[in-house]
């Protein structure tokens, strides 16, 4: 679904190795049917050809403050009101502190001062630079003020060193732009996600727990954000940040995890991807347990929070499960979903598609009616297609305050 459309974008190009790419940028925003204005630094141009760019924008870039030709067709005021957002990519460590400090001393640093648009940095440097202390600072200030952060990957570095600081990858960046202007569909609706895994202690050390990584979960509640539903994700622990429009709790074990989500009731929308331990230790040791010490553990049944959700007094219009499967997956799935009494379950293999470390999943939806295999997908997508059936579910029982027919 393609929501940058006519959509204006002042792209902001600042001086560093990965300059270049910003031209690939502008022909995917092209070919997105995006109307672009560019300003380049006069770092930038040390680094690419001008002309590159006018060329395939087909117009004149900006770059002096003081132009009287630009002045006159396009000041730093107008350029800063007729866009939806302002995109830098990339956006260097010297200018990360420009923004933070407002600083306005050139062309670019001025429009951003004047604009009241959606701002948006996509950072490239050097590993050691952007792992600095003042940077991750300088980063967290700019995300207080709503600026959305396109985070750096992790990959071999022009220096040759390797480690996280390379430009995110363009489609990468036309994903999250798309994200970013999703219609507000699900707005008035409250929604809880729970990802991650649980983590469930033995003695002060040692803990039960699972290869779940988070990263549908997260994905699935960035989707319900950008598509206007106030969003709380109840995490474990993952290395995943949350993004600005979602409310993250941090919890630990499976009680926690249901604690949580009884405390954030009612809602209208409850899906449960956390891998919470089916288990539990009946009683965690107050001391580390040393290996001399012949000790069994004995393990009781942990709080089922999905099932508790689904039969709670304040159960959400919609409560929906994710289940992690090794074998039996359409047995199992079909008797999981009358048990936990939820309205939908998404299954997957995780055996076949390592489904917990992968990029991707493969997904079988169930409900109560159907099951439909979804294709092999990035879990962002997953969340999209996710996303999407939720907006028809609440248009078929016509709790959607948003008329128009955006999907």
């Known amino acids: ?42 770092n930038a141009e040390k680094f690419v050809n001008v002309l590159s760019f006018e060329s395939l924008l087909g117009k004149k870039t900006h770059s002096n403050l003081f132009s009287l ?55 490239a440097m050097n590993t050691l630079m952007w792992s600095n202390k003042i940077v991750k600072k300088n980063i967290r200030d700019l995300k207080k003020l709503g ?24 489609a990468e960046i036309i994903n999250k732009l798309n994200f970013i202007f999703a219609p ?9 996600v729970t990802a991650g895994p649980s983590l469930e202690k033995i003695d002060p050390v040692r803990f039960i727990s699972n290869f779940s990584t988070g990263h ?51 809602c209208d929308i409850f899906i449960s991807v956390a891998a919470i331990s089916d288990w539990c230790t009946k009683k965690i040791s107050k001391e580390k347990i040393k290996k001399k010490i012949k000790k069994d553990f004995q393990f009781i049944l942990n709080d089922d929070v999905l099932k508790n959700i689904s ?18 997956l359409l047995k199992n799935t079909k008797r999981k979903l009358e048990d936990k009494g939820c309205d939908w379950i998404l299954a997957n293999q995780v055996a076949e598609n390592n489904a917990f470390s992968s990029d991707t999943n493969k997904i079988f939806f169930f409900n ?16 999209l297609k996710l996303t999407k059936k939720i907006v028809s579910f609440f248009k078929n029982n016509k709790l959607l305050k948003y008329e128009k027919n955006l999907l």
């Open 1 to 42: 679904m393609n929501f940058l459309k006519k959509k204006k974008i002042l792209l902001v190009v600042t001086g560093g190795i990965a300059s270049y790419k910003s031209l690939d940028l502008i022909r995917r925003l092209q070919d997105n049917d995006v109307i672009i204005e560019c300003i380049l630094t006069k």
């Open 311 to 328: 039969f709670h007094k304040k159960k959400p219009r919609l409560v929906i499960g994710f289940s992690a499967e090794t074998h039996n």
């Open 216 to 266: 549908q979960g997260y994905e699935i509640a960035n989707s319900l954000a950008n598509f206007g539903a106030k969003t709380i994700l109840i995490s474990g622990p993952t290395n995943i940040e949350a993004a600005k429009n979602v409310e993250l709790i941090n919890v630990h074990s499976g009680k926690e995890f249901l604690k949580k989500s009884l405390e954030n009731l009612p």
């Open 147 to 170: 600026t959305h952060i396109l985070s750096p990957q992790a990959g071999k570095l022009a220096c040759g060193s390797k480690g996280s600081g390379k430009l995110m990858e363009v």
């Open 69 to 123: 030709d630009q002045e006159n067709n396009m000041n730093h005021i107008k350029l800063a009101n007729t866009c939806d957002a302002v995109l830098i990519a990339p956006c260097t460590a010297n200018f990360l502190s420009k923004m933070v400090n407002g600083s306005a001393d050139d062309l670019a640093t001025n429009v951003l001062l004047a604009s009241n648009k959606e701002k948006i940095i996509a950072p």
């Open 368 to 383: 109560k009616k159907k099951i439909d295999e979804w294709p092999k997908m990035k879990k962002k997508m997953v969340a």
């Open 184 to 192: 507000k569909i699900l707005n008035g609706l409250k929604a809880i």
